[in-house]
């Protein structure tokens, strides 16, 4: 069974920067791809990053281009991501998945792992 924790979340003011970290139970966790999606009050879970399981490859919706950064430890069984220049439409819960298969992909659907998530509040 694959568990997956985030942690790092809080409340920031805008302009500020915040780093999540998901760690990951399993000893497979180098050969699964990995996302960060969020969801906001009254909207739908999107995508926000990306990364292919020698990390590698990466992938970013357009909103977190430039200020966004997605990596991995596969020694500490960790996934991160550094939000800088954070903005208040960046306020949601932002949940860590994991996908068998070592391809980044920006589908929730191709994820069959999840963790509780994190809130993240950017107050302006």
Request: glycine share 10%; charged share 15%.
């Amino acid at each position: 069974q694959v568990q997956l924790v985030e942690s790092g979340g809080g409340l920031v003011q805008a302009g500020g920067s915040l780093r999540l970290s998901c760690a990951v139970s399993g000893r497979t966790f180098s050969s699964y791809a990995m996302g960060w999606f969020r969801q906001a009050p009254g909207k739908e879970r999107e995508f926000v990053a990306t990364i292919s399981w020698s990390g590698n490859s990466t992938y970013y919706t357009d909103s977190a281009k430039g200020r966004f950064t997605i990596s991995r430890d596969n020694v500490k069984n960790t996934v991160y991501l550094q939000m800088n220049t954070l903005k208040p439409e960046d306020t949601a819960v932002y949940y860590c998945a994991a996908r068998s298969a070592r391809l980044a992909a920006s589908s929730a659907a191709e994820y069959a792992y999840w963790g509780q998530g994190t809130q993240v509040t950017v107050s302006s």
